[in-house]
């Protein structure tokens, strides 16, 4: 399974990206995909999760609970994360990642694959 995300770039304080995570796997559907971010000089923190096809239960941590939203559409493959009421603390490089197990955003929580990451600038 191999991840690819897109959509980031530069924002100003109160905008919206979308962001978006596309495999080539025919097996997307049965992983759950998370979305992680690295801000600069902090580890990287997984902020949130959709679970496979069969659930699609979805989860955020509270620093971004009724901003974002995370989804599937599965005849593109593609999970999309969408941001709105972006604010300089939403800044980093963003991560896609694919987990067998289900969703998990604890800190040692273990993903079977990655993507290379898309920047996230968000300017005051």
């Known amino acids: 399974v191999q991840l690819v995300e897109s959509g980031g770039g530069l924002a100003q304080a109160g905008e919206s990206l979308r962001l978006s995570c596309s495999s080539n796997?025919?097996?997307?559907?049965?992983?759950?995909i998370a979305w992680w971010r690295q801000a600069p000089g902090k580890k990287r923190e997984g902020i949130s999760c959709i679970e496979s096809s069969s659930d699609e239960s979805t989860y955020y941590v509270d620093d971004v609970k009724g901003r974002f939203t995370t989804s599937r559409d599965h005849a593109e493959r593609t999970v999309y994360l969408q941001m709105n009421r972006l604010s300089p603390d939403d800044t980093g490089v963003y991560y896609c990642a694919a987990a067998w197990r289900g969703c998990d955003l604890t800190p040692r929580a273990m993903y079977d694959y990655w993507g290379q990451g898309t920047q996230v600038t968000v300017s005051a």
């Open positions: 796997g025919v097996i997307f559907d049965r992983y759950a």
